[in-house]
């Protein structure tokens, strides 16, 4: 199935690394005009874009106010009509019930929900005038089957699948779709680097493999029996912003490898 987004804009939130970045990469290789965001600044985006054969980089902690005003005016500053907004950053904070703050709760909601909101509320007006547009978020399967640590976190992803399908229904009849993507662990450097630590302290060798089999026995139990890779997460996002998806609407979808088992 060949996808094509020629005269199609992207942004895609959080690109300047991880997921996020094959995210960009997917979608620039499909003829989009990709626009490559950093959370943290000091030239990153550009860093990013510069890897990846894009022109268009912003800046800003889309996690505050402030910063998601700034990622607003450098669109603006640039020229940029947005088609597809990928809500792709978003971060999660260890805390348990017992030590979770009023500030951490607070902290997860600005960084996992308002960061998308703000950015709605400021790109989709232009894609309502343009009657056609994408938004897909990045969401958890914690939304589905929360875990008792980092209540914090799943409750703000949960608030972001909810937020999806509303939006959708806000949207009936514009030609924008809306839906949330929500993967179980997904194979990062980072991700990889700490159960490589963890895998040397418990004897389970080097071999990623023999890791991942440990992984998958003692952390994420599923039918395939292994992690996500970024670029299969990245593939669903860049079909759900195709037309191929356009009567894909107001759904939260798993990709998790049957972890979740419920119809």
């Not at 597809?84 to 019930?97: C, H, Q």
Request: include cysteine.
């Amino acid at each position: 199935m060949q996808l094509t987004f020629s005269n199609k804009t992207a942004l895609i939130t959080g690109s300047d690394r991880n997921t996020g970045y094959v995210i960009a990469s997917r979608l620039a290789r499909s003829g989009a005009t990709v626009i490559v965001h950093s959370n943290e600044g000091e030239g990153r985006a550009a860093a990013s874009a510069g890897e990846l054969q894009c022109k268009f980089s912003v800046e800003g902690d889309i996690g505050t106010e402030e910063g998601c005003a700034a990622v607003l005016s450098q669109l603006q500053s640039q020229g940029l009509q947005v088609d597809i907004l990928v809500n792709n950053y978003g971060t999660a904070g260890f805390a348990k019930w017992d030590t979770a703050s009023s500030a951490d709760w607070l902290d997860m909601y600005q960084k996992n929900v308002l960061s998308v909101a703000r950015l709605v509320q400021g790109i989709v007006p232009g894609m309502k005038e343009r009657g056609w547009g994408r938004v897909v978020n990045l969401g958890t399967i914690g939304s589905h089957r929360p875990g008792r640590i980092m209540p914090h976190y799943y409750a703000a992803k949960g608030a972001l699948a909810n937020l999806g399908v509303s939006l959708a229904q806000e949207l009936a009849g514009t030609g924008i779709t809306v839906n949330t993507v929500s993967p179980g662990l997904i194979r990062t450097p980072e991700l990889e680097a700490g159960y490589r630590a963890r895998a040397q302290k418990k004897g389970w060798g080097d071999d990623w493999r023999e890791i991942e089999r440990h992984i998958v026995a003692e952390d994420f139990p599923n039918p395939v029996g292994r992690l996500a890779e970024r670029e299969e997460v990245a593939d669903l996002v860049t079909f759900l912003c195709s037309d191929k998806a356009g009567f894909i609407n107001g759904q939260n979808i798993r990709i998790d490898g049957g972890a979740i088992a419920y119809v």
